[in-house]
Structures are given as structure tokens and as C-alpha cells.
DNA sequence: CGGTGCGTTGACATTTCTCAACTGTTGTGG
DNA sequence: CCACAACAGTTGAGAAATGTCAACGCACCG
């Protein structure tokens, strides 16, 4: 039963879905659940690497602790995303830390040792990891991008237009995160944040709610958001 | 001789070295050699991407373009570097452009899709692909998380101390880049750049050069990259 | 030897951060 | 069900960092 449940939840994920069965089931075989809560840690920097995971339900945030004990959020992940392969294929040690950070959230756990040596007899194993390796890449290469912008008000239009948005007449999109998180990941602070969406909203530019945001004027984000680029 | 060329050209690649001579051969018959010089554009944003490249000699630059006709560069590559095989392995497109940037490049030019094919067929030939993408994943979580700190004296003084120093008494970083350059890697203009510069070499933490930058006093700069506010 | 462009420096404008107070929401325990 | 604590979010005022514009010196290259 446990075991069926594996498989399923395996086959979920995007990279796994033109991985053929036996694979799938020796891939399950050295997987287990796992159930955690929000706020709960999955690891720490620097701790050793067995295993690597994916998430069936829920989320997680991979995130670093600078000396002055200031978080810094490197990436958030949700359902079907996989996580730690570049971790355990290549460095031995997690490079960042993970939490969990939405309630009743399943990963599951892979054990590393096999994989491993999975990957290394059976080529139909390697596209799997290299297409998500190679998704998280192409993700990180958009960040890298949106960052480098200088203006605050260029790299928030800019998440903004990225995500995906609900609605053809008035899109809108679901923050999916605290503000004050969200202005963690644009690198300002809650305050810029609030100030700039209060601004758009009075300009008619969007509308400002709780947990979304609606896009009312895309031709004036799409300014914002090129318009005052980085340097050279 | 070009196929011995090819050959030699290969293992010199950090992620060949532990590759079966057998397999390293395949590869080689399906490469070639690529001269270039400063300014030569290798591919394009949006072209398709039928190959992917080693840097036996030089430097390239992967850079957008936004709407305005600014460039912001997402990475740059010396010798031993592969890119563009996330481009060959899962886009089918380029999504960066790349640009040499050193006189008298030499370049490898990995045929796509035998290698794709070799890939799907040879175990062997995968973690020389995965270990490079897993690098170049390490050092974009990097490049993130230094441009999430907000103060551009915060980011200078984290690229410093992580780039490759020589000399113990007084460790000196080269450069690698134009100034201007590097200003625009770290998100900031040209002339923050220089005056950062200036003013911790009048405080004695730096000494700077045309092309180098010696670090006289490393607690000092550990201090600033930590986020603590700017002398004086 | 002159041009071209990088690097530096200065004066100024603007953005963004910091600090602080206040509001609203959420969740908890009485 | 309400009071209350805890915390996210908002707003304001002032300070600091950083970008912009402009001028100049200096190296490199033809």
C-alpha cells in the first residue's frame, strides 16, 4: 500500500512522468513519505547529504542565515518541484537550509546512496534529473536577471508580470507569500514595497489586495518593469 | 591531428576528467574547434540551439538584451567551462546570448544531437553533464544570494573575498573583468563602484589597482559584507 | 601623436532605507 | 464569544545611500 503510494506520487512529478515503470519502482522501493509542519526544518546548511526530496503537497523555502542572523530566501518551491539533487550529486553537504512553510505539507524522501548508483547503471535515469536540474537553472538564470535591475519598483513589476495570473479581463496573481517575504525576495524592504503598491495602485496601474494583486494596466508594468534597467 | 587535438582539448574539462578514453573519443568525433575574437557573437537569445560549447582559451560573456537595448550580463565563463547544454538539453532555444570577451578564443563546439543521443544510450557520459550543471547551479545560488543584499558596499566586499586571492601577506584578487564590468555584474553603476573603492582604499582596507584589488585588511571587509554600514 | 573609451571625481537629484507610530488581522485562552 | 497578544502591513518624516549628469585625466591603440 505504501508502496503504491510511492509510485503514484512519484509518476506526479513532472521529470518522472517519461521515466519508465521499473525504474519508477526501484526509484519508490528507496523513497519513503514524509509529513512536516509549517516552520519545520527539512535541513540545515551544511549538514551532510543522504538523500534529496520532492514535494508532493505543500511547500518549502531553501534559504541561507548571514552572520548577523538575517535570513536571505534563495528559492521557494511547491507541489511536483524536486529539491537537494545538486546537493547530493555533487557537493556531499546542503548548501542552504530548508523549511517547510505551509501547513500539512508530504514530501518525499529519497534515499541517496542508491540513486546514486541507480543513476550510475541505468541511463534512463539521467534525463529525469538533468531536466530538473536544467528546469531550476533556466528558474535561477530569472532571478539572477530580475535582481540585477536596479530600481525596486523595475524588478517588482517584473516578478509580477512573470507570475502566472488568473483572469483574461482583469489578470490578477496570487502573491502566494507574505508581502514582507516577497520583499525578502526582491531584495527591498516591506516598506518599498508597500509604498510602490500603494503608488500603482492609486495610479490605476493595479489593484492592491491582501493576498493578490490585480494587473488593471499591463502596458504600464511592462514600462516599469524595462524601462528603468540595470547598468551597462 | 585535429581529432588528437580534440581529444586532449576535452579531458582538459574539469567534468571529463574521470570520463572512459572510449567515450571522450565519441565526443571528440562529433566536435570541433572554433576560433574567435573579443566581440564575436557565438549565439543569440532565441536562436535554436543545436550544439553546445567548452572554452578551451579565453572568455565569453552570456548576456540579455532588455527593451531599451541595455545589457545585463548573467554570467561569465573562462577556460574549463561548458555552457548552453541546459539550452541543448531542455529548451531547444538559447535563452541568453553569448559574446566573447578575450582575444583569440578557442572554442569547442559540441555537436547536439549525437549527444543527445550518446547521452540517452551511455551511462558513463552523465555525470560529466550532471556535475557541470550542478555547478553552474552552485554558482547562480551564489550570484543570488549576493545580489540580495541591499548595499552595494555589501556586495563588492562578498565578491572580493570569494574570488580566488594570491599571496598570503597581502592577498591581491585579479580582477578578470573591466571595472565597468564588473559594476554591472554586482548591480550597481560605474561610479558607486569606484568610490567604494576609493574611499576603502583611503581607509586602508584595499589597495587599488588598474587590474587588481589587494585586501589588506580581510576582518574589515568580512564586516561589510555582513551588511554593516559604510565607514565614516 | 591624436583619438577613443575607461576610470575617476564632483555636484546634485532621487530613490530607498531607517525609525517610529499606528492599524488591522489572526489566533489563543479565558 | 470576547479580550488581548503578536505580528503583518501601512504610513509619515528624516537620513543615508546611490544614481545621474558633467568634466577631466589617463591609458591604450591605431
Redesign the interface.
Known amino acids: 500500500m505504501s508502496e503504491a503510494g510511492l509510485d503514484v506520487a512519484l509518476r506526479a512529478l513532472p521529470h518522472f512522468k517519461a521515466v519508465p515503470a521499473d525504474l519508477v519502482a526501484q526509484v519508490a522501493s528507496m523513497s519513503r513519505f514524509v509529513r512536516l509542519d509549517v516552520g519545520a526544518i527539512v535541513f540545515r546548511e551544511g549538514d551532510p547529504c543522504r538523500q534529496f526530496y520532492a514535494i508532493v503537497n505543500g511547500a518549502v523555502k531553501l534559504y ?1 542565515v ?3 542572523g ?1 535570513e ?1 530566501v ?2 521557494n518551491f511547491h507541489a511536483g518541484a524536486t529539491f537537494a ?2 546537493a547530493l ?3 556531499g553537504r546542503f ?2 537550509s530548508a523549511m517547510v512553510t505551509e501547513s500539512s505539507t508530504v514530501l518525499l524522501e529519497i534515499g541517496g546512496e542508491r540513486f546514486v548508483e541507480l ?5 534512463r535515469l ?2 529525469a ?3 530538473s ?6 528558474q ?2 530569472e ?3 530580475e ?4 530600481q525596486a519598483g523595475a524588478r517588482l513589476a517584473r516578478w509580477l508580470l512573470r507570475q502566472p495570473a488568473r483572469g483574461t479581463s482583469e489578470p490578477a496573481v496570487e502573491l502566494g507569500l507574505a508581502k514582507k517575504e516577497l520583499a ?1 525576495h526582491l ?3 516591506p516598506e518599498t514595497l508597500s509604498r510602490l503598491l500603494s503608488r500603482w495602485e492609486s495610479e490605476g496601474w493595479i489593484r492592491n489586495e491582501r493576498t493578490r494583486v490585480a494587473l488593471r494596466d499591463g502596458p504600464a508594468l ?1 514600462r516599469l518593469a ?2 528603468e ?4
Not at 543513476?119 to 541511463?123: K, M, N, S, Y
Not at 535582481?147 to 536596479?150: A, F, I, N, P, Y
Not at 534597467?229 to 551597462?232: A, D, F, L, N, V
Open positions: 541561507r548571514s552572520a548577523d538575517r536571505q534563495v528559492h539533487e545538486a550529486l555533487s557537493f548548501p542552504v543513476l550510475r547503471t541505468d541511463a539521467a534525463p534529473v538533468i531536466g536540474l536544467c528546469m531550476r537553472l533556466a535561477l538564470v532571478r539572477v536577471d535582481l540585477s535591475l536596479v525578502a531584495a527591498m524592504t511592462l524595462d524601462g534597467s540595470g547598468p551597462t
